[in-house]
Structures are given as structure tokens and as C-alpha cells.
């Protein structure tokens, strides 16, 4: 799908020309999971896990919605779905916040985010808003037909790359496929058979300055893409569509560069393909 962002916000971000920075999110603050209806087997808690298996079900076509609950004294502005079909159902989405002195039971109490919007695809989907403190946030879904699932649910900070990244392959386009190819004794060419596939790429960025690398939480970011996925988006303004969820292949070590001071990091990377 891509990454959706608010009306407001981005014209902000057009305007300080950081609409094209790579953005992450890779930390998930998110302290509670609840539904409006789950089905057995498939809680509501099961989006705060890394895993794309499980996930949250709902049950029947009617609307349904999501509650994150938050430590409102951490700011957030990014939200990640994986896994989902909210896409092929047509389904339509909006975010809704609730301030940290709000009733989560007094509809007045919450204010939108992200007005409606109608998903277009099952790809991942990623939102990002204007940094704030939130109780909670609260997903709303219109199904058209089908019952709502979504496997994986995210909701942090973003962390905002310095500058763009270097010429690259974007991630939704690195898609390896295992191939067998099947022979005849003669060596005549029978059939191929896909067994699996991946997205696989690298994003490199070059003279970072170092005080943003030892204070943006980049090296925080590294140290737990060892053992946790994140979502990218490479460039949200130019190219929203093209986001992804994916996982660092190799550790993330930043080397000093050419420029005195700076800072190179290249991260290899891997991701689900739908």
C-alpha cells in the first residue's frame, strides 16, 4: 500500500525539504492491545509480537476498531501494518487519537489523525503523523465484505534518516526467487518450479554527521535490528508506495567517512514478499 501521511504534516515536511528522508520504525510503544471483536484464537494481542503468522481476526463484515494503549509520556508519529486485508476488501481506514488527559469512553475525547482513507492493496502499510503524546490510538476499519485481519501492528517514533541514502534497489523491487529446474536425461528443459522468494537490498548513506548518529537513537536502532524487523519507507514523499517490512541481514556497524566527523553505513536487508 505505502505510507500514508497526515494532510497537515506533510506539507510541514515539504516545507523543512525533509519529505524525502528515509524514515524507520523500528521501536514499538505500544503497552496494550484491545479490539472492538476478536476471534478465537486470533487476540488482539497477538500484533505486538514480531511474528507475520497469527495475527488479530476479527469476526463478521461490520466495522470494527483497533486500541493501542500508550505510555503518554513518549511521543509518537508513525504507525506499521503487516500482513493484512484490508487492501483486497477495499476497506476503509482512519487513525483517531486520545490526548493523555482524554476518557477513552468519551467519543469527544478523541480527535483524528488520518481522516478516512480506502487501503488500495495488502502491502505493507505504514502512516506517519505529527510527533505527539497519546494515551492511546485508536484504528477504525470499515470492511466492505469480508472480516478484517491484520497480522503485525506497530506504533513508535520514526527515526528520520540525517539526508537521502545513496542509488540503491528499493526494496519492493529486490524480489529472489528460489528456482529448481527440472530436466530431461537428454537435457531437454521440462519445467521450473518457484519454492520460495524474498525481497533482498541495501540502503547506504554516506556523511552522516556524528553528533546526529550519537544522538538521533541510530545506534539504538542498530543494536536491535540484530534481533527485531522494522518498517522503511525510502523515500515518503516521492515514492509513498514504495515501503517495506524488512530485517537487517548483517549487523549495522557505522565507519567513519572521507569527511572528518562523518559517518558511512550501508544495511543489507531482507523482507517479506506478499
Known sequence: MGIIVANAYALSLAEE???????????????????????????????GTSSTIEGWRGTGSGPHSLTMTLDPSRMVDGLGLERHNLGSDGMTLSLWGLAPDGDAEVSGDWSEIIPEIIVADDGTLMMRFAPE????????IVP????????????????????????????PWGITRDVQTARSQAGDFLARTITGSTRRGSISFIKLSGGWIRSSG??????????????????????????????????????????????DVTIELEGVVL
Not at 133 to 140: E, H, K, Q, V
Not at 232 to 243: A, D, Q
Open 144 to 171: 466492505v465484505m469480508a472480516t478484517p485481519r491484520v497480522a503485525l501492528l506497530s506504533v513508535g517514533k520514526l527515526l528520520v534518516m540525517e539526508r537521502g541514502n545513496q542509488a540503491h534497489t528499493p526494496i
Open 218 to 263: 541510530f545506534l539504538r536502532f542498530a543494536a536491535a535490528a540484530a534481533g527485531l524487523p522494522f518498517f522503511l519507507s525510502w523515500n515518503p514523499e516521492e515514492y509513498p508506495g514504495e515501503v517495506a517490512f524488512v530485517w537487517a541481514l548483517n549487523d549495522i556497524i557505522p565507519e567513519t567517512s572521507d569527511l572528518v566527523g562523518s559517518v
Open 17 to 47: 525539504e525533509r519529505g524525502t528522508f528515509p524514515v524507520l520504525l523500528w521501536e514499538n510503544l505500544v503497552q496494550g492491545y484491545a479490539a472492538s471483536a476478536e476471534a478465537a484464537g486470533y487476540p488482539a494481542s497477538n500484533l
Open 133 to 140: 503524546s497519546y494515551a492511546a490510538l485508536r484504528l477504525d
